[in-house]
């Protein structure tokens, strides 16, 4: 049973498309990521979902729209996708506490490899 | 702003030799560390964690890493390489801010096993 699932896998599309990344987690966190992974292997942080409020957003263009319907699916829609858009988008999820702790990691998807020609 | 450091983007060593890889943190307050590991075309799988407590942490996979405030380092090790090890291993710390969420990266190591 996958704890954090990302769908697709392989996305590749041309330039100006729209599309979408959905991601689930069946883990019961009340916090989700996504991240993108650059050609050089780099993992930077896009946004993050407390109980469905969005937490952080890290300067990414307005090209880029989280929504989070419920706590356990953050998906991705990009508009008007360009050539630099293309990467590994990851979607994460983690418990923001535990019992009466911060908890810490992160529960990583695959990814999702979105190819922009 | 916290920040990771991991030196070398490549490293190279013998199969059964000691693995050692590198990392050093920025951070005002010492944060949570982590060490995870990315398989090709895989997510990432989380090595260890140190949170509070014992500074030698063990993991799987048979690594371990040693939390050494006064160096601001958490560097990662394995006594004896074995083919599988080969992947890339990326050095991340999170805030002990209750609301500060965000695990930051760093540039990743990619550890290349030689037979």
């Known amino acids: 049973d996958t704890a954090v699932s990302q769908t697709p896998k392989y996305l590749v599309t041309q330039m100006g498309n729209d599309k979408s990344i959905k991601c689930e987690q069946n883990?019961?966190?009340?916090?989700m990521y996504w991240y993108k992974q650059d050609s050089k292997k780099f993992l930077k942080i896009m946004f993050s979902y407390n109980n469905k409020e969005l937490i952080i957003n890290e300067t990414v263009p307005n090209r880029f729209s989280p929504k989070s319907p419920d706590k356990a699916h953050l998906n991705l829609h990009i508009n008007s996708l360009e050539l630099g858009d293309s990467a590994v988008y990851f979607c994460?999820?983690?418990?923001?506490?535990?019992?009466?702790?911060?908890?810490?990691?992160?529960?990583f998807g695959q990814g999702t490899r979105l190819t922009v020609v | 702003a916290q920040s990771v450091t991991q030196l070398g983007s490549h490293v190279s060593v013998s199969e059964g030799a000691l693995v050692l890889l590198r990392c050093n943190y920025s951070s005002s307050v010492p944060p949570y560390l982590f060490w995870y590991v990315q398989y090709p075309n895989q997510g990432l799988q989380l090595l260890l964690k140190y949170t509070t407590g014992a500074t030698l942490v063990k993991g799987i996979n048979g690594f371990e890493a040693e939390f050494k405030k006064s160096e601001t380092s958490f560097h990662l090790t394995k006594p004896s390489a074995h083919m599988s090890d080969a992947a890339e291993y990326f050095c991340a710390v999170k805030s002990r801010g209750y609301r500060d969420d965000k695990i930051i990266f760093g540039k990743g190591t990619r550890l290349h096993i030689l037979p």
């Open positions: 994460a999820s983690s418990q923001r506490v535990l019992g009466n702790r911060k908890n810490t990691e992160a529960f």
């Open positions: 883990l019961g966190h009340d916090t």
